[in-house]
């Protein structure tokens, strides 16, 4: 199993707006502190925007801050968002299913339980379990007030 782009940078962005939460902070302090090009994260900062997992403010003193208090944001919803319209395997694919084993496969099943047990354990950690006391990630991340 592999996470996509999107999934990752979501938690990437979120993460750094839990650790700078007493700032608004500008797309392009996120791109460069999560190594990520700023037309990328925009179209997951709108979705994140979206989700009303952040507030996204425009103009000139605009940006980003988490909506969501990050002890109340688990990853599991952050990844269901991300993650929902992405296939594990072709037989999840609906209409792109091309595969001859469909209608007898058993396998479908299996794997439908091991994605809700692999969410329902993400469920159980929040934004703020990924933050807290995490002094590596602070000085990763953390900007220095002005």
Same mark, same amino acid.
Request: a neutral charge.
């Given at each position: ?47 994140? !925007? ?6 996204? /403010? ?7 801050? $988490?909506? #969501? @208090?990050? +002890? %109340? ?20 694919? !609906? ?6 084993? /469909? ?7 299996? $794997?439908? #339980? @091991?994605? +809700? %047990? ?29």
């Amino acid at each position: 199993m592999r996470l996509t782009v999107r999934t990752n940078l979501a938690m990437r962005a979120l993460m750094f707006c839990a650790i700078n939460a007493d700032r608004t902070v500008r797309k392009a302090e996120i791109a460069e502190a999560c190594n990520s090009s700023e037309n990328h994260l925009g179209v997951v900062i709108n979705m994140l !925007g979206q989700t009303g997992f952040i507030e996204t /403010t425009r103009g000139r003193n605009g940006g980003v801050r $988490l909506k #969501v @208090a990050p +002890e %109340a944001l688990s990853v599991g919803q952050v990844f269901r968002v991300f993650e929902a319209n992405v296939p594990f395997a072709e037989c999840f694919a !609906g209409s792109e299913n091309h595969c001859p084993l /469909t209608a007898s496969c058993r396998l479908r099943g299996h $794997l439908s #339980v @091991a994605l +809700e %047990a692999f969410y329902s354990a993400l469920d159980g950690v929040t934004l703020a379990d990924l933050v807290r006391d995490n002094s590596g990630l602070r000085t990763l991340l953390e900007l220095e007030t002005a």
